[in-house]
């Protein structure tokens, strides 16, 4: 017996987490099956991105600007700002 695929809806979905973190009028979305675990969000704002922590994203811990800038950086784009 054959396997049959279901038609793509045109919208692929990422398999993992996809979370968003609100801080003013900045809020970052992390990807979690995009992540490559480069760290740069971490060297950059180790006050905002703790990954060994829950929240993992502290966004009240540096400027909107600040995290703007970083995220901007995310080399696979699993962050990314909405402002």
């Known amino acids: ?4 695929r279901k038609p793509n809806s045109g919208t692929r979905k990422l398999p993992g ?6 801080h003013g009028a900045v809020t970052v979305r992390w990807q979690s099956a995009r992540c490559i675990h480069a760290g740069v969000c ?3 704002l ?4 703790r990954p060994k922590e829950k929240p993992w994203v502290r966004l009240e811990n540096a400027s909107a ?8 950086l995310c ?3 699993a962050l990314s700002t909405v402002v």
């Open 1 to 4: 017996m054959a396997l049959q």
């Open 75 to 77: 080399p696979s784009q």
């Open 42 to 44: 971490v060297r950059r």
């Open 46 to 49: 180790p006050g905002v991105f």
């Open 65 to 72: 600007q600040e995290v703007i800038d970083t995220v901007a």
């Open 17 to 22: 987490v996809d979370k968003k973190y609100t």
